[in-house]
């Protein structure tokens, strides 16, 4: 950070399912594999979250504060954390809805 702080910085490719199919599972072992993605990232800790889509962590909104000054932009503690609650709700959802489709 400005300050000399030293931050943990963590890049998270994804965690959607990119049009797989959870039920059935695109390849065995799928819905696993997402569930303990989900339960590591819990246990990351990082300061910093980015990822290769803008949107996940609201790129422009940063860059502008970084351009208006504000040298801790990018630092937000929380946030990865926030992501991979919201990521593992919605893989729940469409688990649940691809499973209530199939019966």
């Known amino acids: 950070g400005d300050d000399g702080a030293l931050h943990h910085v963590f890049f ?3 965690s959607t399912t990119g049009g797989q199919t959870l039920a059935p599972e695109s390849y065995p072992g799928m ?3 997402y569930r303990a993605t989900f339960a590591y990232l819990r246990a990351v800790p990082a300061d910093v979250f980015l990822a290769p889509h803008a949107n996940f962590f609201d790129l ?4 502008a504060r970084q351009m208006a000054g504000d040298a801790n932009a990018f630092v937000n503690p929380g946030e990865l954390q926030k992501f991979n609650a919201q990521s593992e709700q919605e893989f729940n959802a469409e688990l649940a ?4 489709a199939r019966n």
Not at 60 to 63: D, T, V
């Open 60 to 63: 422009q909104g940063k860059r």
């Open 31 to 33: 819905v696993a594999a």
């Open 12 to 14: 998270h490719c994804s």
């Open 97 to 100: 809805r691809e499973q209530a």
